[in-house]
């Protein structure tokens, strides 16, 4: 079956410590402008209330940097679980008895675009009306190594074998499976683990089986995951 046994995020905690801002500021010379005394403290108030709000304001932009990335809910302008577009064109393929009338491929025109990578030749996945996988072939196989790096940087460590020549990164439900062949163009599946275990059931297959055996954890494997 067509990409069939090809398949978390990663959260971040980032913790500051904001003990010590007040004392970084300006001291209190003990006079104001035009040598009037300040109040006893007024400097030390105001310094400290300056230390808290950029404590905060650096704080707020850590937290928001270290925020979990958006799940991917599909493939380009298409959801996962959507409908099969009127103008994807069905393709031929060799389907087991157990799934024909419920699996339906169709080759999707134009390309499309994929975590900053160009793709062609793709191919869209549809069961019981529903889409649940995309297969495509990247146009420009330089780009590769640049698409696995953002992959592992927003979504963490990837799951690898084949000494890296086959890395599935987690994305909430979904999962991005990179292979790099040494002859012919680097492929992208990407797919929704909970339908496709659909697929797997109907099948008469486990979830388990229609994932990879691509090691136990991140990284895990015989090569180092894809940095």
């Known amino acids: 079956m067509l990409w069939q046994k ?6 971040s905690r980032v913790q500051f410590d904001v003990m010590g801002l007040d004392n970084s500021l300006g001291q209190d010379n003990g006079s104001g402008p035009r040598g009037i005394a300040r109040a006893p403290g007024h400097a030390r108030t105001a310094s400290s209330r300056t230390g808290r709000l950029i404590a905060a304001l650096v704080l707020a932009a850590l937290t928001a940097c270290s925020r979990a990335p958006e799940p991917v809910a599909g493939f380009g302008d298409l959801a996962f679980g959507a409908p099969r577009p009127a103008d994807c064109a069905a393709l031929a ?19 499309a675009e994929f975590a900053g990578a160009v ?8 069961f019981e009306g529903r ?22 940087t927003t979504h963490g460590r990837p ?20 292979e790099t062949p040494q002859a012919g163009p ?21 979830a388990a089986a229609a994932m990879p055996a691509l090691g136990d954890a991140p ?3 015989d090569a180092p995951p894809a940095q």
Request: include cysteine; glycine fraction near 14%; charged fraction near 20%.
């Open 6 to 11: 090809m398949s978390e995020n990663r959260a």
């Open 131 to 152: 889409f649940f996988v995309a297969a495509a072939v990247l146009a420009d196989p330089g780009q590769a190594h640049a698409l696995a790096k953002r992959l592992t």
């Open 93 to 111: 393929v060799p389907l087991p008895q157990a799934l024909a009338g419920s699996l339906v491929y169709c080759a999707k025109g134009g390309g």
């Open 159 to 178: 799951y690898c074998r084949d000494r890296g020549a086959v890395c599935l990164w987690r994305m909430g439900d979904a999962d991005a499976v990179l």
């Open 186 to 206: 680097p492929r992208l599946l990407v797919r929704s683990r909970s339908l496709a275990g659909r697929v797997a059931a109907a099948g008469g297959e486990s």
């Open 119 to 126: 793709l062609t030749d793709v191919t869209l996945g549809f």
């Open 219 to 221: 990284g895990s494997g």
